[in-house]
């Protein structure tokens, strides 16, 4: 699939392990975020937050790497303009 991601800055981090661990890195990304001060580009609904874009980038996966200690994952989520 092609596209545009929406232009602006990224918070980023990335994450090697299996993908159950993904939980724990996106808190520490969230942790770190809070911590500098830094605003998601989101806004709150009832049924949670959406957000302007958020991406899980998976740079290998089980059908190339199958050694799941070595998944490599790149996590993006866009800033608010400050």
């Known amino acids: ?3 545009v991601l929406p232009a602006g800055r990224y918070a980023s981090m990335t994450y090697t392990g299996p993908y159950d661990g993904l939980y724990d890195a996106t808190a520490m990304l969230v ?3 809070k911590e500098k001060g ?3 580009d989101a ?3 009832e049924n949670g937050d959406v957000f302007a874009s958020r991406l899980e980038v998976h740079d290998n ?3 190339i790497e199958p ?3 070595k998944l ?3 996590l993006l989520f866009k800033l ?3």
């Open 61 to 63: 996966n089980p059908s």
């Open 43 to 45: 806004r709150s609904t």
């Open 1 to 3: 699939m092609n596209g």
């Open 38 to 40: 830094l605003r998601w």
């Open 31 to 33: 942790g770190w975020a």
């Open 72 to 74: 490599v994952t790149t």
């Open 67 to 69: 050694d799941s200690a």
């Open 80 to 82: 608010a303009v400050s």
